[in-house]
């Protein structure tokens, strides 16, 4: 199956456009024939209406005035079914195109590694998947919609004029390259207000989920004026670009609508000069359907000319997705060997791992870290910020990749394995709980499908049983990110989520650091039944949470200091006796 990414190139948004609407082609097909007949009403109309003066001004029959008015009947009524077809045809290719880049965007961002999404604001990513595909599917339609009008009025025009009247096809070739020449001086000054302004718009994006989560910070240290006014920078710089790109568009559009014009006075008068003169055959029908013709085909390119300010938007929005389609930052799984059984042995082979800085700059977080934990075995990493706690936890779940050296599980090394089936043997606990807004049942069993005795048992188990009854039962809906949880409540909720996995490695990333006694007492208890026959690996500020642990891991700059358990460290006298003692 091809993927987005696949179809993808930003150097060639159009190209890119055309690969995507390719598996819609066939809805295309007939959304366009379906325009071409109810659009017939507007190449037709002007030849029916010019045999109808001839019919006046010759004194015709007026039988031939009766069928004239017939076919225009016919050719009007026509316009509401078929146009019902065609916004049907065309509405299920966009429709579906629209679905197919959201969610191919969606799909990259869960394979981009982790790194590029702390590197990346989450508003300019959400600004991606709404506003840009947004952008694109409105540039499309509206490109489709204004671009068949065009196309098929000008070949309707040339054809009935080249029956009638030959010698005005010169007139109507005229229009086509002047709008041509017109788009393309002005299309390269347009690409950049339309870049700067999306820019901006990203900026503001991020600035708004930023100042969304800050908002108790902001509030409980009276900020909101501070916060106001980085808000209203940021408001102001799009404003700015906003305003400098709707004067570039109005100019355009104005300068486009007086050369049309112009050309239709002359068109008019020409075709009234000939007529008049005798020049070559014109009857006042002629007259009337050539002025008819150019003004028709005149608004239908200036149409076509006032969307290209849509189009650029549309094709700087393809560009703008090419940040995510494009990122090379992506773990690769396709083809590895999967793990359908784990005992949680894992081995640190002289593991090194350097942080890139946004200055072009290394920070060496492991250096030739070397370490074997038993299965089943709790290992506790501690040591001051920067020492390479995080990162080791990282490189157990395979968030980063060793610089050098191995990371093995069970003695298969985690460089070759598919890391989405070594993952369904592993839970994380970290310091922020990551819920979402829904029921108790939906937060614990995200993942996995297990009955409700199951669940209430892992509630039980995380302490969490009591309050989760309080609330209402599994079916209580704990609000956006666990809003109507306390800390601690939401820490035993991903403990009991940790619980219905069962998983064989057990990670816990500061699990208890931002709670209370009280809090931390169940917490802790509840962590005791989850880590129990299970490999686990702990980071923790607190000494006291960590006493328990198998082996102690002390680290400083990247490598590993001390080992051993909590008593012998405290005789030792060592880093780990100095940090007990403070």
Same mark, same amino acid.
């Given at each position: 199956?091809?993927?987005?990414?696949?179809?993808?190139?930003?150097?060639?948004?159009?190209?890119?456009?055309?690969?995507?609407?390719?598996?819609?082609?066939?809805?295309?097909?007939?959304?366009?024939?379906?325009?071409?007949?109810?659009?017939?009403?507007?190449?037709?109309?002007?030849?029916?209406?010019?045999?109808?003066?001839?019919?006046?001004?010759?004194?015709?029959?007026?039988?031939?005035?009766?069928?004239?008015?017939?076919?225009?009947?016919?050719?009007?009524?026509?316009?509401?079914?078929?146009?019902?077809?065609?916004?049907?045809?065309?509405?299920?290719?966009?429709?579906?195109?629209?679905?197919?880049?959201?969610?191919?965007?969606?799909?990259?961002?869960?394979?981009?590694?982790?790194?590029?999404?702390?590197? /990346?604001?989450?508003? *300019?990513? %959400? @600004?991606? &998947?709404?506003? !840009? +595909?947004? #952008?694109?599917?409105?540039?499309?339609? $509206?490109?489709?919609?204004?671009?068949?009008?065009?196309?098929?009025?000008?070949?309707?025009?040339?054809?009935?004029?080249?029956?009638?009247?030959?010698?005005?096809?010169?007139?109507?070739?005229?229009?086509?390259?002047?709008?041509?020449?017109?788009?393309?001086?002005?299309?390269?000054?347009?690409?950049?207000?339309?870049?700067?302004?999306?820019?901006?718009?990203?900026?503001?994006?991020?600035?708004?989920?930023?100042?969304?989560?800050?908002?108790?910070?902001?509030?409980?240290h009276a900020l909101e004026s501070r916060?106001?006014?980085?808000?209203?920078? /940021?408001?102001?710089? *799009?404003? %700015? @670009?906003? &305003?400098?790109? !709707? +004067?570039? #568009?109005?100019?355009?559009?104005?300068? $486009?609508?007086?050369?049309?014009?112009?050309?239709?006075?002359v068109c008019l008068v020409g075709a009234?000069?000939?007529?008049?003169?005798?020049?070559?055959?014109?009857?006042?029908?002629?007259?009337?359907?050539?002025?008819?013709?150019?003004?028709?085909?005149?608004?239908?390119?200036?149409?076509?000319?006032?969307?290209?300010?849509?189009?650029?938007?549309?094709?700087?929005?393809?560009?703008?997705?090419?940040?995510?389609?494009?990122?090379?930052?992506?773990?690769?799984?396709?083809?590895?060997?999967?793990?359908?059984?784990?005992?949680?042995?894992?081995?640190?082979?002289?593991?090194?791992?350097?942080?890139?800085?946004?200055?072009?700059?290394?920070?060496?977080?492991?250096?030739?870290?070397?370490?074997?934990?038993?299965?089943?075995?709790?290992?506790?990493?501690?040591?001051?910020?920067?020492?390479?706690?995080?990162?080791?936890?990282?490189?157990?779940?395979?968030?980063?990749?060793?610089?050098?050296?191995?990371?093995?599980?069970?003695?298969?090394?985690?460089?070759?394995?598919?890391?989405?089936?070594?993952?369904?043997?592993?839970?994380?606990?970290?310091?922020?709980?990551?819920?979402?807004?829904?029921?108790?049942?939906?937060?614990?069993?995200?993942?996995?499908?297990?009955?409700?005795?199951?669940?209430?048992?892992?509630?039980?188990?995380?302490?969490?049983?009591?309050?989760?009854?309080?609330?209402?039962?599994?079916?209580?809906?704990?609000?956006?990110?666990?809003?109507?949880?306390?800390?601690?409540?939401?820490?035993?909720?991903?403990?009991?989520?940790?619980?219905?996995?069962?998983?064989?490695?057990?990670?816990?990333?500061?699990?208890?650091?931002?709670?209370?006694?009280?809090?931390?007492?169940?917490?802790?208890?509840?962590?005791?039944?989850?880590?129990?026959?299970?490999?686990?690996?702990?980071?923790?500020?607190?000494?006291?949470?960590?006493?328990?642990?198998?082996?102690?891991?002390?680290?400083?700059?990247?490598?590993?200091?001390?080992?051993?358990?909590?008593?012998?460290?405290?005789?030792?006298?060592?880093?780990?006796?100095?940090?007990?003692?403070?």
């Open positions: 199956m091809t993927r987005l990414e696949d179809d993808y190139d930003g150097t060639r948004p159009l190209r890119t456009i055309a690969r995507i609407y390719r598996p819609q082609r066939w809805h295309l097909l007939a959304a366009a024939l379906a325009f071409v007949v109810k659009h017939s009403p507007v190449f037709l109309m002007p030849a029916l209406t010019a045999r109808v003066v001839d019919v006046v001004v010759d004194h015709r029959p007026l039988r031939e005035l009766w069928i004239s008015a017939a076919i225009m009947a016919v050719v009007i009524a026509q316009n509401l079914p078929v146009s019902t077809i065609y916004g049907r045809q065309l509405s299920l290719a966009v429709r579906h195109t629209e679905t197919t880049l959201r969610m191919g965007l969606t799909q990259r961002l869960q394979e981009l590694s982790i790194g590029y999404h702390r590197r /990346t604001s989450a508003g *300019v990513l %959400q @600004a991606k &998947i709404v506003r !840009d +595909v947004e #952008n694109v599917v409105e540039a499309s339609r $509206s490109a489709y919609d204004a671009g068949l009008a065009a196309v098929v009025t000008l070949v309707g025009a040339m054809v009935l004029t080249g029956i009638n009247v030959p010698e005005f096809l010169p007139v109507f070739a005229l229009a086509v390259p002047a709008s041509a020449a017109l788009i393309f001086t002005t299309r390269r000054g347009m690409n950049q207000r339309n870049a700067s302004f999306r820019a901006e718009v990203e900026q503001m994006s991020a600035r708004v989920s930023e100042m969304t989560h800050l908002i108790p910070v902001t509030r409980a916060e106001l006014d980085r808000m209203n920078g /940021t408001l102001t710089r *799009v404003r %700015q @670009a906003g &305003i400098r790109l !709707d +004067v570039l #568009n109005t100019r355009f559009g104005a300068l $486009s609508w007086t050369m049309f014009q112009l050309l239709s006075v009234a000069w000939v007529a008049w003169t005798g020049f070559f055959p014109v009857s006042a029908g002629d007259v009337v359907m050539l002025s008819s013709y150019f003004v028709t085909l005149i608004a239908s390119v200036t149409g076509l000319v006032g969307l290209v300010p849509i189009v650029t938007k549309g094709l700087e929005s393809v560009r703008s997705m090419g940040d995510v389609l494009g990122a090379n930052d992506v773990e690769q799984n396709h083809g590895k060997r999967r793990i359908d059984h784990v005992d949680g042995a894992i081995t640190f082979d002289h593991v090194t791992y350097l942080y890139d800085e946004p200055g072009g700059d290394t920070v060496l977080a492991l250096d030739d870290l070397t370490l074997d934990v038993r299965a089943g075995e709790t290992v506790a990493f501690v040591g001051p910020s920067g020492s390479g706690k995080s990162t080791v936890l990282n490189t157990v779940i395979g968030f980063l990749t060793p610089w050098s050296g191995r990371v093995l599980v069970d003695g298969t090394d985690l460089a070759g394995v598919d890391l989405r089936s070594y993952r369904t043997h592993l839970a994380v606990v970290p310091q922020e709980s990551i819920l979402f807004e829904g029921s108790v049942r939906d937060n614990v069993t995200y993942g996995v499908d297990v009955p409700d005795d199951a669940v209430l048992a892992a509630l039980h188990d995380a302490n969490a049983l009591e309050f989760v009854e309080q609330m209402g039962g599994l079916d209580a809906v704990i609000g956006e990110r666990g809003s109507r949880l306390s800390g601690g409540q939401r820490q035993r909720l991903a403990i009991a989520r940790a619980l219905v996995r069962d998983p064989r490695i057990l990670v816990l990333d500061e699990a208890t650091s931002a709670l209370d006694t009280t809090s931390e007492r169940l917490v802790q208890e509840a962590l005791g039944r989850l880590m129990k026959g299970r490999t686990t690996f702990v980071v923790a500020h607190r000494l006291s949470t960590i006493q328990g642990a198998d082996r102690i891991v002390v680290m400083e700059h990247g490598r590993v200091v001390e080992v051993g358990g909590h008593v012998e460290l405290v005789q030792r006298g060592g880093t780990y006796a100095r940090m007990h003692s403070a």
